[in-house]
């Protein structure tokens, strides 16, 4: 996938590297965080825009099916599988 403005162009064949479909999401300055946020096995996006985190769990434009608010802008953000 590669993002240009707000406009996310995902491949998913690395041989001919074609764009299997597209989709806008967020706002072209946001913080673009993959990972898969609701257990369901896939990788999906997050855009974060100061401490908030707008969670697009099928790869679509529209609005979020998750916003959260958490910690402070300022922040550093790391993603993954987290266990204690």
Known sequence: MLRR???NYVCNDLDTLETAFTFTYGRSGD????GDWNGDG???LA???DNYY???YELKSGTEDLMVK???ASDQVFVGTWRK
Do not use: E, H, P, S
């Open 5 to 7: 403005g707000n406009t």
């Open 31 to 34: 913080t673009i965080l993959v």
């Open 42 to 44: 896939a990788d999906t």
């Open 47 to 49: 855009v974060r825009r």
């Open 54 to 56: 707008y969670f697009n």
């Open 70 to 72: 958490y910690g402070k």
